[in-house]
């Protein structure tokens, strides 16, 4: 496999991990290299007890466009295999891996979200957007399937809403996503990060057992009759830790918890 090490790049800082995808040349389209370097980053900061949160970016003004398309033409033309949909490959796709993180991830949307870069975007817990951004699905256009942006986005927003979008691959503004309740926060482009990580610093303000057994039951249980989501026990239990103590002791004098993830 190729090096892309300097195409996504990887910081920690106040246990957030940023992973952030760098071809901004190629408007932050993602080759199946690119792709699996993101997913391991992911499961890293996944597995990395110092670390709360993950968030996801792209470098310069876009994003990300989605899929190489010129570098899935180009092995078209030198190999003459088909490219191949998501239920046709032996592994996970990366939407497929942020899901299913016990951590929350966030998407810091820096600029237009196409195709499998909105995906990216949907697969994510929380989502900042840049007022310069837009969120688009051209497949219908292109002859492709869009697999995870047609089971996943009727599921956050109307369905005739996102059947809309899907059918047309009409540009989408942060207005109106925001309208639809799609995004958390959006800002001017030069406080993007700052008002990113404010909303992550408050998260990771929060027990990080307590964050993972609620982002994993709300993945689990979405979907299912309510009494069975009730009855299901799913990701760590923060009810035995040593945070449940210590948050309490926290509580009671006033004062901010101190939390070890244990």
């Known amino acids: 496999m190729a090096s892309v090490d300097n195409e996504v790049l990887v910081?920690?800082?106040?246990?957030?991990?940023?992973?952030?995808?760098?071809?901004?040349e190629r408007r932050n389209a993602r080759t199946p290299e690119v792709n699996y370097r993101m997913m391991e980053a992911v499961l890293e900061a996944d597995s990395d007890p110092?670390?709360?949160?993950?968030?996801?970016?792209?470098?310069?003004?876009?994003?990300?466009a989605g899929a190489d398309l010129k570098a899935a033409?180009?092995?078209?033309?030198?190999t003459g295999k088909r490219y191949r949909g998501p239920l046709y490959r032996p592994d996970r796709t990366i939407q497929e891996v942020i899901l299913d993180a016990q951590k929350p991830v966030m998407a810091i949307v820096n600029g237009p979200a196409v195709a499998g870069g909105f995906e990216?975007?949907?697969a994510c817990d929380l989502r900042v957007a840049s007022e310069t951004a837009f969120f688009q699905v051209p497949e219908a256009k292109r002859g492709r399937g869009a697999h995870f942006a047609s089971v996943?986005?009727?599921?956050?927003?109307?369905?005739?809403?996102?059947?809309?979008?899907?059918?047309?691959g009409r540009?989408?503004?942060?207005?109106?996503?925001?309208?639809?309740?799609?995004v958390?926060?959006?800002?001017?482009?030069?406080?993007?990060?700052?008002?990113?990580?404010?909303l992550a610093n408050d998260v990771i303000s929060s027990a990080p057992l307590s964050l993972q057994k609620m982002?994993?039951?709300?993945?689990?249980?979405?979907?299912?009759?309510?009494h069975a989501g009730l009855r299901m026990d799913v990701g760590p239990n923060p009810y035995s830790s040593e945070d449940q103590i210590e948050g309490a002791r926290a509580f009671l004098d006033k004062r901010a918890p101190v939390w070890t993830g244990r």
Do not use: Y
């Open 11 to 24: 910081s920690v800082d106040n246990h957030v991990c940023l992973i952030t995808i760098n071809r901004p």
């Open 50 to 64: 110092s670390i709360f949160l993950i968030a996801v970016t792209g470098a310069g003004t876009t994003f990300s």
């Open 73 to 78: 033409r180009d092995l078209n033309d030198t």
């Open 120 to 122: 990216l975007a949907l």
């Open 152 to 168: 996943v986005l009727p599921q956050m927003i109307p369905t005739a809403i996102a059947l809309e979008w899907l059918f047309t």
């Open 171 to 182: 540009r989408v503004s942060v207005a109106e996503a925001e309208r639809w309740g799609l």
């Open 184 to 198: 958390n926060r959006v800002a001017a482009p030069e406080k993007l990060m700052e008002v990113a990580l404010q």
């Open 215 to 226: 982002k994993v039951t709300a993945r689990k249980t979405a979907g299912t009759p309510l």
